[in-house]
């Protein structure tokens, strides 16, 4: 295992992931609001659309807090990892240092640790029966088309019916009655636990987490295998085994220091109509019938905090990223050593466009990483490999690398009908609105080669660099006024 760095902001010293401190989603708001980094909205905001109006307009800027939202006395935080400089800074390690520290810790998983009942904060107030989640919580309705409230910064969490190893992932959850939810389950996990439930005719247990640190949000984005408890990666993360606690009503765990938990069961054979719903890609999922999950129990601490992520925003977008980009990096390296790094940017909705930095030694490999790269994940859609000396997370060095490397008819890759994301709307063109569930998402794959030769004339691909532009030091060479430039003027202008 790693040791943790602390990372400095001011003179501000982190001191979670040492062993005597973990970092808690109430650390990092109180870090953020010492920082001036959270806005809090301690008047009255209206749940539908006004709440994610404003936390839209502080995205990036700062996380906002609201203090009455919708009349609860429950307050709701949007927007408290909407950088990467912070999400860097609440794993204690430089933004160069982010994916080589996500990746160790999902390389080397701590396993949870157990507590009981009565010392976990996420369970000082229990709620059985007669359960209303729109009285009991302040759920948003997000964008202008949503088919009313959402929890999207829910993890879902729940355990493999073959094995029993829990899975952690995020999904969108429309709430439409006061104890029923529509979920989207894609095809990974969570998806297939509930496919072999059904199977057997069996509900699927889970939990919803509601309410927790940045490094656990991040760690429930991990792409790896099925049967690795990303709940583990968390706890590398925080350098220490995370504290978790069995659900009152079923036999999951969940983080003890969630600020809320939602139990419930996806029922078998059950179906009811879920969206639309402004996604990430920026566009609305139609409506269709979805999973249903029956609420079993709510808990939560006492003063609880719900977090909603508004979607599309940073908050969103980088919680995608960072997971993916180290998975991937680590993913493409297995087969490529010389992959240096790798983006998925933000145009590409940090999902769909990867960028990656390769150290090419033979002609021809740069094709293997991009269909290397299309099999690590679905959602890649477009793959543009560079050179080394192109900066990978600069979107106007790739389109340099493109304009001056790269030529279509000899270093374009072109997969057709590949499985691709079916949030993507160019890929329901041509299919019928009601295509079941395996017809869609069915996508092409580009891929760019933008790198240059191997062996090539130092005049022809040699990049322009003047010597010493990096090292001047202007504070040094600036004159403090321009009292020269006017005296050699001599006051004579014009
Ligand atoms: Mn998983």
Not at 307 to 322: D, K, R
Not at 443 to 450: P, T
């Amino acid at each position: 295992m790693n040791t943790r760095d602390t990372a400095s902001h001011g003179a501000f010293q982190l001191t979670w992931g040492r062993p005597s401190g973990m970092l808690t989603l109430r650390d990092w708001l109180a870090h953020l609001a010492r920082t001036g980094r959270l806005a809090t909205i301690d008047r009255p905001v209206a749940l539908e659309h006004e709440l994610a109006a404003i936390a839209k307009r502080l995205d990036a800027t700062q996380a906002a807090f609201f203090t009455k939202p919708g009349g609860h006395d429950v307050p709701v935080v949007s927007g408290f990892m909407s950088r990467r400089a912070w999400i860097a800074e609440a794993m204690g390690v430089a933004e160069a240092d982010l994916l080589k520290r996500f990746r160790d810790a999902a390389d080397q998983p701590i396993p949870s640790k157990e507590i009981s009942r009565a010392e976990a904060a996420c369970q000082q107030v229990v709620h059985t029966g007669g359960i209303d989640l729109h009285k009991l919580l302040p759920i948003p309705t997000h964008s202008e088309h949503d088919n009313g409230p959402y929890i999207t910064a829910g993890l879902v969490i729940a355990r493999n019916p073959r094995t029993g190893v829990q899975n952690v992932s995020i999904n969108r959850i429309q709430v439409h009655g006061p104890d029923r939810m529509a979920i989207l389950l894609l095809p990974r996990h969570l998806y297939a636990f509930q496919k072999a439930a059904e199977e057997a005719g069996d509900a699927l247990d889970v939990a919803i987490a509601i309410g927790v640190d940045p490094l656990t949000m991040l760690a429930s984005q991990a792409i790896s295998p099925i049967d690795s408890d990303e709940l583990e990666i968390a706890g590398a993360l925080h350098g220490a085994p995370l504290p978790v606690v069995k659900c009152v009503t079923n036999g999951v765990n969940v983080p003890a220091f969630a600020e809320i938990v939602i139990e419930g069961r996806i029922l078998p054979n059950v179906r009811e109509l879920e969206g639309p719903f402004g996604e990430f890609p920026k566009y609305y999922s139609a409506q269709e019938a979805r999973e249903v999950i029956e609420v079993t129990a709510l808990t939560h601490r006492e003063k609880p905090i719900f977090h909603t992520i508004v979607p599309a925003e940073m908050e969103h977008l980088l919680l995608g990223a960072i997971p993916r980009e180290a998975t991937l990096l680590a993913h493409l390296q297995r087969s490529h050593p010389n992959v240096k790094d790798v983006h998925l940017s933000v145009g590409g909705v940090c999902r769909y466009h990867l960028w990656v930095q390769f150290e090419k030694k033979r002609e021809g490999e740069a094709k293997n990483v991009i269909l290397c790269a299309f099999g690590a994940h679905y959602d890649i859609k477009q793959v543009v490999v560079v050179d080394t000396d192109v900066d990978v997370h600069d979107p106007a060095e790739i389109e340099w690398a493109v304009a001056t490397r790269f030529q279509a008819d000899r270093d374009l890759v072109v997969i057709e009908g590949a499985q691709g994301s079916p949030l993507d709307p160019s890929t329901t063109v041509g299919q019928p609105e009601d295509a079941p569930p395996h017809l869609q998402g069915v996508s092409a794959k580009m891929g760019l080669d933008a790198t240059r030769p191997v062996v090539y004339a130092s005049h022809v691909f040699t990049r322009v660099r003047i010597p010493g532009q990096d090292t001047v030091n202007l504070d040094e060479l600036v004159a403090a006024d321009n009292a020269a430039f006017d005296s050699y003027l001599g006051g004579a202008h014009g």
